[in-house]
């Protein structure tokens, strides 16, 4: 079993990059290979409305020139999928926005190759913004027909400079039960 974590900061060893280590640290405890592919910073496009991964249905995206097809790919062959953002003027950054646009729209119209897939969202902040942030996220689970997967509080922290989310126990707390959690609900898929 495998999940994808895709990290939406620009700041590859900020906040968001430490819980998302928290909980791959107990997926990978409990048996499930974890990769953290780090998007945000990097230049991401975002869709053209064209149409053509409707047409195409080769499972790509026809804006080859950033990382997004090579995403899409892993979140294919994923069982699961975690995406983490800071939180950006209370929403997601757009780097993690393009990723939910375009492969959304490429698993979508190539036969919905995300159903029945385990998906959460993770969200960090300074201040204000997670719970909305955590929705956003959310709503792309929710018409993919993936099962989400929760914690003991919603899967939030709280920190502003990188590495300040360490002073959060609850967040540590809450992405220790998230990863515990997704890998009991993998197992309860993959191995019944
Ligand atoms: C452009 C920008 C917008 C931000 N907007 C918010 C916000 O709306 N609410 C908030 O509490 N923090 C906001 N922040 C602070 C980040 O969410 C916070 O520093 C977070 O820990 C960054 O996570 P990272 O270290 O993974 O990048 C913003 C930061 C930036 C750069």
Known sequence: MKVLAVNGSPRPKGNTSIMLGWAAEELSKAGVEVEIFQLGGRSVAGCKACGACWE????????DQDPVNEVIA??????????GSPVY???????LKALIDRGGFVTLGN????????????VVARRAGQVH??????????IMGMFTVGSIYWNL??????????????AKETMITLGQNMAW???KIHRP
Request: aromatic share 6%; net charge negative.
């Open 89 to 95: 003027f209370s929403d997601l950054t757009p780097e």
């Open 111 to 122: 036969g919905r190759l995300m159903t029945r897939k385990v998906g959460a969202a993770v």
């Open 157 to 170: 922290g709280v920190g502003r400079e990188p590495g300040e989310v360490n002073q959060d126990g609850e």
């Open 56 to 63: 195409k249905r080769d499972r790509r995206c026809v804006q």
């Open 133 to 142: 942030t955590y929705d956003s996220i959310n709503h792309f689970f929710g």
């Open 185 to 187: 609900l993998l197992n």
């Open 74 to 83: 892993k979140m294919i062959e994923a069982d699961g999928l975690i995406l």
